[in-house]
């Protein structure tokens, strides 16, 4: 069983300062991925492709489709590209890529051109996955390991609320002058409007682009390399970072850049390495190439590195042959080496950020939808949604999104203490079935359907099932990476990472549209709870394949 460690072991040495810096980068996705989330609808109203209500949800899909679809075909070239030139300099591209397309997606005049600016952004960014290998490389110690990826849900948690309260209260839908009726076509913008009436989903994603260019100026001053290879090189960002803080009082830990005698005693063991193939030599040059008054501590961390290194090469292939090293990588890269529970775990994770995704992309249309009291007849005739606007969508998904920040931070230390991840997990898989099937039931409780049921029912229900997908998913998402890191051998991490992204990027492509497919056909024929009871069904199939989950930890970790 593997060990567990109370609140004090987890906090005790904690990289603190490195896990703020690399959540302000992690805050970018969620922020940039929800603050469209309120107006969707709206905006593909607004575009007229739409011929009808159904087609809306289909339309949505699209949209969403499109952004992973690209993430999913460019998440693994860029793992490994951060596995060649670092992790620093791709996450803060990545960053710089959903920037761009944020604001080509605020401009956006016609459902294609929000289309491409979508998939722009799943192409310019592979964060995700490199995020998640570069907080198990800053938090390496396994007593962290929870509380620092679990931090990772936390920051999900806390952008999703940022995100649907920029994207709502920044968007004002009202001025749109969309017709009640969702058949009519839309009416066109005066050319001598103000410039934010022309361009009503603009505001908002110049306010997050803003936020996402701060982030990227934190990120270049303040974040660490944690490649192996890269992490004793100069860093002209760190230097200013650390420049900054000293002004401001605090005290930078060291760099090896800035000692002059570490950079060519470690320069000149690299050389002799390279050069030596004997082993009993090498060990006499290390050994020489020391005075005799360094340091004690510093001789042996420097031997501690070279022996690393060389004990890497010794484990790989000769050094004169190529052919072999090759070889050995691409095995690594293989994804038929990787141990079974990676597997099942990576099979977990696709079906439920498959259902996430819909639920995502779908509830807020559900919301907005003009209320049809015509087409409801309990329980299975449901057509049409609660006609909620920007602004309420907007405050459900802030709302939602601050539960799952202290969900993980009061709630996950304890929740730690007592489950073991797969045990957690399964708690957090057993609340989806509920979710899916309650949703289209609460039509019934607006009291334009019952006239006798007070207005604050249906919206309670509506922010409770809320409130406890949020819990749902910030335990299952943060329990899942934990079991992947500990199932994953070291070296493959990276990858593995980028294969669960990569995975997780095809479920979001394939839900939306598959489940816009359902939706539409449903809402046609006047059965839109089918298409929520089938992704109930899905969920419930989740959570009975989590029991191929044994929790087990790869041997040479």
């Known amino acids: ?175 749109l002058n969309l017709s009640p009726d969702p058949n009519q076509e839309p009416v066109k913008a005066d050319p001598n409007a103000p410039f934010f009436d022309k361009h009503p989903f603009a505001f908002s994603n110049i306010v997050v682009a803003i936020i996402l260019s701060c982030f990227i100026i934190i990120g270049f001053l303040f974040l660490e390399e944690t490649h192996d290879d890269y992490k004793h090189k100069r860093d002209i960002g760190l230097d200013m970072g650390d420049f900054i803080r000293k002004r401001l009082g605090f005290t930078p830990p060291d760099r090896p850049w800035k000692s002059q005698r570490y950079t060519n005693d470690f320069e000149q063991s690299e050389f002799l390495i390279a050069e030596e193939d004997d082993e ?141 991840p797969k045990a957690a997990y399964k708690i957090g898989l057993l609340c989806y079935p509920f979710i899916y099937f309650s949703i289209p039931l609460y039509i019934f409780t607006i009291p334009q359907y019952y006239p006798g049921i007070h207005p604050f029912v249906s919206k309670a229900l509506l922010y409770f099932t809320a409130c406890l997908t949020s819990f749902s998913s910030s335990l299952t998402a943060s329990q899942g990476i934990i079991l992947i890191h500990r199932a994953s051998p070291k070296r493959q991490r990276a990858l593995i990472n980028s294969y669960n992204m990569s995975m997780a990027a095809l479920s979001r492509c394939a839900g939306p549209i598959l489940f816009g497919w359902i939706i539409s056909h449903f809402e046609i024929m006047g059965y839109e709870g089918f298409s929520w009871w089938t992704l109930a069904l899905f969920s419930l199939c989740a959570l009975f394949y989590s029991f191929k989950l044994t929790g087990e930890e790869y041997e040479g970790n």
């Open 1 to 175: 069983m593997a060990a567990t460690y109370t609140i004090k072991e987890q906090m005790e040495g904690f990289p603190l300062f490195q896990m703020i810096i690399i959540g302000c980068l992690r805050l970018s996705e969620p922020i940039a991925f929800t603050s469209m989330f309120p107006y969707i609808y709206f905006m593909i109203r607004s575009f007229g492709v739409a011929k009808n209500e159904a087609e809306t949800s289909r339309y949505s899909g699209y949209l969403a489709s499109s952004f992973a679809f690209s993430q999913f075909i460019s998440t693994v070239q860029w793992a490994k590209l951060s596995n060649r030139y670092g992790r620093k300099s791709i996450l803060l591209l990545g960053c710089s890529g959903t920037a761009i397309s944020m604001l080509v997606f605020g401009f956006s005049t016609n459902f294609y051109m929000a289309m491409f600016a979508r998939a722009l952004m799943g192409l310019l960014n592979g964060n995700v996955s490199i995020i998640r290998t570069t907080v198990g490389e800053i938090a390496h110690e396994k007593r962290h390991q929870a509380l620092a990826f679990s931090n990772l849900t936390l920051l999900w948690s806390l952008g999703r609320c940022v995100g649907g309260w920029l994207g709502g209260y920044l968007t004002d839908t009202d001025k």
């Open 280 to 420: 009993e030599n090498t060990e006499n040059l290390e050994l020489q190439s020391f005075p005799y008054d360094e340091e004690d501590n510093k001789k042996e961390s420097i031997k501690h590195e070279i022996m690393q290194k060389e004990n890497s090469q010794d484990s790989a292939s000769p050094p004169t042959s190529s052919a072999s090293s090759t070889n050995d990588e691409n095995e690594d890269d293989s994804i038929r080496n990787l141990p079974a529970q990676v597997v099942h775990v990576i099979c977990n994770d696709f079906m439920i950020k498959f259902s996430n995704i819909i639920y995502a992309e779908f509830f807020p249309v559900f919301l907005a939808k003009v209320i049809s009291i015509d087409d409801l007849k309990f329980p299975f005739h449901i057509r049409g949604g609660f006609g909620w606007n920007s602004d309420a969508i907007g405050w459900l998904l802030s709302f939602t999104g601050l539960l799952g920040v202290f969900v993980v931070s009061f709630l996950f230390p304890v929740i730690t203490k007592f489950f073991q």
